[in-house]
């Protein structure tokens, strides 16, 4: 089955750029997702991007995709305080009712 | 204006105990998800429903019983509850399959003791 890889801590000073990395498996993975979990609070869907993209940036945000190396990336610009939280990838197949498999998260300080 | 909520947020136990989690969507999806987070916050699906059918039922003991008694709504009936449930249950939901967007409620906290 689908295995996604991600860091477990990362940890950049506010005003610099994070770069969360994430691998995946399954080339047959077709919708790749960020999720952003704050402490104490549910899952908030961030971006995505279909797998016939290699880029795609929304404000701070900026998704990379190497669908070669299945590597995909959330880069986030101006790193605030507010945005200290875990990081989810998660990864769809389009083969009908397979779940998202999701990363177990990179959990992101931002030191003031 | 609450897209996915859940009762409870906190649900505190003894084991043996049967309990019941709520998940409601005013979204007007017609697929709904149960995800189960440990302490190590991985987070695994156990339970799909799309249009009040089951579609996904992944490696869950039968002591976890969902029900879906309308395309708004999702519960999760917990039998007979052990310490290994101790964890956070997430509901989501999604218009479509494949789901391109699911959106997740804020959790249930569950702890057995």
């Given at each position: 089955g689908e295995d996604v890889e991600q860091s477990l801590f990362l940890s950049v000073r506010e005003g610099d750029s994070s770069v969360i990395n994430c691998t995946y498996t399954d080339s047959s993975s077709t919708y790749l997702y960020w999720y952003k979990q704050e402490p104490g609070a549910g899952l908030q869907l961030l971006t995505y991007i279909f797998s016939n993209m290699d880029m795609k940036q929304d404000q701070r945000l900026t998704v990379l995709l190497n669908k070669k190396d299945k590597h995909l990336s959330l880069r986030i610009a101006d790193t605030q305080t507010g945005d200290s939280a875990i990081y989810f990838c998660a990864v769809l197949a389009d083969s009908g009712n397979t779940p998202l498999v999701f990363g177990k998260g990179t959990r992101l300080s931002v030191i003031a | 204006d609450t897209a996915v909520s859940q009762t409870p947020k906190y649900l505190v136990t003894q084991m043996g105990n049967d309990k019941s989690i709520k998940c409601e969507q005013n979204l007007g999806h017609d697929t709904m998800y149960w995800y189960k987070q440990d302490s190590k916050k991985f987070l695994k699906i156990m339970f799909s429903y799309n249009n009040k059918e089951l579609i996904i039922n992944e490696t869950v003991p039968n002591r976890f019983s969902p029900k879906s008694p309308d395309k708004a709504h999702l519960n999760l009936h917990i039998n007979s509850l052990e310490l290994g449930d101790s964890a956070v249950y997430f509901c989501a939901s999604s218009q479509?399959?494949?789901?391109?967007e699911q959106y997740f409620g804020p959790g249930t906290r569950l702890t057995v003791t």
């Open positions: - | 479509g399959v494949p789901a391109y």
